[in-house]
């Protein structure tokens, strides 16, 4: 990511990728990522170091205008800008132009009576609801949101196992069980992966295996373990039933429906950097050459 420096407007980015093209997100999800950096912010101070420039420039009080604008390459990478104006982040300002959740001013009318013709008894303004939330609850809840803890592995394995069995199905072919084993030696690799920073397939022919890989410059952000599933059944569309292919791009999928897999295991690591990697792993390995016209049914409707 890169700035423009354009010294006319504020400038807020936001960066996300993964592997599933189809993957889209809200303006909402930018914001929020950003506004979320309030957690790391001291009112009432000059920061020594801007680590929260993206919240300071949503909340600038001088700013009046905005505009937004996302590309997407044809590889996934989503970029947001948005521009401000006019600017914020100015050195020696910010205790000024940055006030705390809840510091609203309002200006007092001229005439504290109540309104004519209005009963006496009855207060000229309502009083707020009781189930409403303060801005100050709203920003603690935003808070809260990104500082959620990872989805839980034993819910992402059930995830994984519930996609690939519904995918099997629809292809005639037996369910598969979970193997913890597997899971394990799945996310040695997903760990080693992160090391490497790169995709890249285990040496060894005892079980099959697919990867997955997901980044965003949220790092908070989270998927399911039916993510990976569905991105890898997404091959089909590319997939010849009945004959043997005569290049393997599709090979993410076959070994989801592999008609002799029995057991799978799925590890997931993430790095500090955002970088999510999924390893699945099958036994019975699949994608056996000479095999695919009978071992990969087509759907069943």
């Known amino acids: ?6 010294k006319n ?3 807020n980015i936001y960066c ?3 592997t599933d093209t189809n993957t889209k997100i809200k303006a909402r999800d930018c914001v929020d990522r950003w506004y979320s950096e309030i957690s790391q912010f001291s009112f009432g101070r000059e920061p020594e ?5 993206h919240f300071t420039q949503i909340v600038w009080k001088t700013t009046k205008e905005l505009g937004i604008g996302s590309a997407k390459s044809k590889s996934g990478k ?17 205790a000024k132009n940055v006030p705390p959740p809840g510091a609203l001013q309002f200006r007092k009318t001229n005439n504290s009576e109540a309104p004519k013709g209005s009963n006496n008894n009855v207060p000229a303004t309502s009083p707020p609801q009781r189930n409403s939330k303060n801005i100050s609850e709203i920003a603690s809840d935003l808070v809260n949101k990104f500082k959620s803890t990872s989805i839980s592995g034993e819910k992402f394995e059930e995830e994984f196992l519930r996609a690939h069995n519904e995918y099997r199905k629809n ?3 037996p369910p598969v069980k979970l193997n913890k084993k597997l899971c394990k030696y799945a996310e040695e690799w997903a ?4 090391k490497k920073g790169k995709m890249e397939h285990r040496d060894q022919d005892e079980y099959g295996e697919n990867i997955f890989y997901a980044w965003s410059s949220n790092p908070n952000f989270e998927i399911t373990g039916k993510d990976p599933v569905d991105k890898w059944y997404s091959e089909i569309k590319d997939h010849k039933f009945g004959k043997e292919p005569t ?3 599709t090979g993410h999928f076959t070994q989801v429906i592999w008609e002799d897999t029995q057991e799978i295991g799925v590890g997931m690591a993430r790095s500090k950097e955002g970088q999510i990697y999924v390893v699945g792993n099958y036994y019975p390995p699949g994608n056996i050459v000479g095999s695919f016209a009978q071992k990969v049914r087509p759907p069943i409707n």
């Open 1 to 6: 990511m890169e700035y423009s420096h354009n």
């Open 247 to 249: 290049n393997l791009g």
């Open 78 to 94: 989503l970029y947001v800008v948005a521009h401000y104006h006019p600017p914020g982040n100015f050195s020696n300002q910010f």
């Open 16 to 18: 996300g990728w993964t």
């Open 9 to 11: 407007y504020g400038e």
């Open 191 to 194: 760990k080693t992966l992160v």
């Open 171 to 173: 292809h005639g072919v």
């Open 49 to 53: 170091v801007l680590k929260c420039g």
